[in-house]
């Protein structure tokens, strides 16, 4: 595997080895020993979630303010541009974001460190999306980053408004939010 730093030191885009012939292709798409020989990470993941979206739905951007999560993210079939926002104040990062194209073409997996906002918008006619977590779904603790704060100012490849759940529409301004101390 391939570990490819990002803008955002913390947050890894993960290559896994491909190995692909006439007939399909087969990879490791977790090896825990390969996983922390390679991000020097020993992270214990306690669940894993499975989302499909359709082309425009924008998810998130997501975080738990306690037990917060770190995420393992990928997609199996489609693709989509995923976005990261540090939230972690004393970080040189704090209110940054990175974002990379995750699809089922590429193969590529993102870390993503507890103290992040996550989301997500599908590129394609729908999309897969899998993610393994270091903590368990906490509800009461979740929050939302407005996905379109001009502060953090995200560049989403968007071409017309995208399809948001009534929780992400009712995401606060980083100004607003709770963040990590």
């Keep these: 595997m391939k570990v490819v730093p ?25 090896n825990a020993r390969a996983f922390r020989d390679a991000t020097g990470l020993d992270e214990q993941f306690v669940q894993d979630n499975h989302s499909r979206s359709a082309r425009g739905v924008l998810r998130g951007l997501h975080y738990q303010i306690r037990q917060p999560q770190g995420k393992l993210v990928r997609v199996v079939r489609g693709a989509v541009f995923d976005v990261v926002v540090d939230l972690r104040r004393r970080s040189p990062s704090f209110g940054r974001w990175t974002g990379v194209e995750l699809s089922e073409d590429n193969h590529r997996q993102l870390w993503i460190p507890p103290g992040f906002a996550h ?51 009712e995401g606060k301004p980083l100004a607003q939010c709770e963040v990590f101390e």
């Design 6 to 30: 990002t803008a955002i030191p913390d947050v890894l885009i993960i290559e896994p080895r491909v190995f692909g012939d006439a007939r399909g292709f087969f990879f490791e798409s977790f």
């Design 119 to 169: 989301g997500f918008v599908v590129l394609s006619e729908s999309a897969d999306f899998l993610y393994k977590t270091t903590d368990y779904y906490a509800p009461e603790h979740e929050r939302c980053l407005a996905w379109n704060d001009p502060i953090v100012g995200v560049e989403w490849p968007l071409a017309s408004e995208p399809q948001l759940s009534a929780k992400d529409r």
